[in-house]
């Protein structure tokens, strides 16, 4: 299962342009545009699953940006679920979403 977390864990960042996330910015979808001057931002998640799936309840993706500051993996038993599920929030929500890859990451990818 590592090999298959490192493989996913190499589509986040070590470090990414937070700029984007930090200004106000007018998005249009569907006839509306919308202002997100918001970012819900996260970290230290350590494939605890369910505890990451009750803190998106949170996140608003109408109106805020997301920010997963790494260490999405290791300790917990769902490391892979959680990757996984960033991942669809990546390609539904793009710039929108902005993920790093914390230590443990990289302590995966580089050990």
Not at 24 to 40: A, C, G, L
Not at 50 to 65: A, G, R
């Amino acid at each position: 299962m590592n090999s298959e977390i490192r493989r996913n864990v190499n589509f986040f960042n070590r470090e990414g342009d937070f700029q984007h996330l930090l200004t106000p910015r007018h998005i249009t979808s569907q006839q509306k545009e919308k202002v997100i001057n918001k970012t819900f931002v996260l970290s230290d998640i350590h494939g605890e699953y369910e505890k990451f799936e009750e803190l998106m309840k949170h996140w608003n993706s109408e109106t805020m940006n997301l920010a997963i500051l790494g260490d999405m993996i290791d300790r917990g038993e769902n490391s892979l679920k959680v990757v996984q599920k960033i991942m669809q929030f990546k390609k539904k929500y793009q710039d929108q979403v902005c993920v790093l890859k914390g230590n443990h990451e990289d302590m995966l990818l580089y050990s």
